[in-house]
């Protein structure tokens, strides 16, 4: 589990490191090419997965996804995003400790299933960066040069680099 604890928490300082620079001017403005989403629309929704699971993991509780606030100012407001993602990832370097398993509802079922806290980092890593490669279109669109292998899979990162 060490090894997804370390990768979410990379993940996650990737999009903050970003946040401090030139994307801040940009991360509110909507792109017609990405369903008029925003930078800080997308940042919020990972951030707000990653909270979920740190907090049903705390209140020892179903995991639910759904339950997810939307909070207008993380996506709003990159200063605020900066803080709670510094929050997040000092919590996620303390899950190796943490449960293992946990009961988990999505899309609306009445019942929950049994998952592991390694199965949702797991999740949380595909998920971010689906959201992160989104965000690369974004800042392309708005004329922002990000690092070559952000929004990129570590898997096919991996593959490129063993070719």
Same mark, same amino acid.
């Given at each position: ?11 996650? $300082? ?5 946040? $401090?620079?030139?994307? %801040? ?6 792109? $017609? ?7 800080? %629309? ?12 740190? %907090? ?37 370097? @303390?899950?190796?400790?943490?449960? @293992? ?18 199965? @949702?980092? %797991? ?19 708005? $004329? ?20």
């Amino acid at each position: 589990m060490t090894d997804l604890i370390l990768l979410n928490d990379r993940l996650l $300082g990737e999009v903050d490191e970003l946040l $401090g620079g030139p994307m %801040q001017c940009h991360y509110a403005k909507p792109c $017609g090419r990405v369903f008029s989403s925003t930078i800080g %629309q997308h940042v919020r929704h990972c951030l707000e997965h990653y909270e979920e699971l740190l %907090q049903a993991i705390r209140e020892d509780r179903v995991l639910d996804y759904e339950r997810r606030p939307r909070d207008p100012e993380v996506e709003n407001h990159p200063l605020v995003a900066r803080k709670r993602i510094e929050a997040v990832r000092a919590a996620i370097l @303390e899950l190796a400790s943490g449960p @293992e398993i946990i009961a988990v509802r999505d899309h609306g079922e009445a019942a929950a299933s049994q998952s592991s806290i390694t199965r @949702e980092l %797991q999740f949380l890593i595909s998920h971010t960066v689906h959201h992160f490669a989104l965000i690369a279109v974004i800042a392309a669109s708005a $004329g922002l040069e990000l690092p070559a292998d952000f929004g990129i899979a570590p898997t096919t990162l991996k593959f490129r680099r063993s070719s």
